[in-house]
């Protein structure tokens, strides 16, 4: 059984920092799957923002937190990361992994919330 499971979220104000983490467990192969973030802001819809391929040498974000956000991967440890940096207002939302691999799966999410 497949699971991911987001951490790394929280509080942070204007200009901060986190960097959000997705552990994968149940993947024959963590190294298959290919790996994005999304996020859902308040009264809106889920959103793609990064992707990563398979082997991590690939990424793609939107131009929205291109310079700022950045996606990563660590198939050893099964864990996909999103460094976030210069974090504004607008970042705030639930942050969700989702891995795609046959099948669609998602983590639960984690809040991030940017306010002074």
């Known amino acids: 059984q497949v699971q991911l499971v987001e951490s790394g979220g929280g509080m942070v104000q204007p200009g901060g920092s986190l960097r959000l983490s997705c552990t994968a467990s149940?993947?024959?192969?963590?190294?298959?799957?290919?790996m994005s973030w999304f996020r859902q802001a308040p009264g809106k819809e889920r959103e793609l923002f990064a992707v990563i391929s398979t082997a991590g040498s690939e990424t793609h974000l939107v131009d929205s937190v291109k310079g700022r956000f950045t996606i990563s991967r660590d198939n050893a440890k099964n864990t996909v990361f999103l460094q976030m940096n210069d974090l504004k207002p607008e970042d705030t939302g639930v942050y969700y992994c989702k891995a795609v691999e046959g099948r669609v799966y998602w983590g639960q999410g984690t809040q991030v919330t940017v306010s002074s």
């Open positions: 149940g993947f024959t192969t963590f190294s298959n799957p290919i």
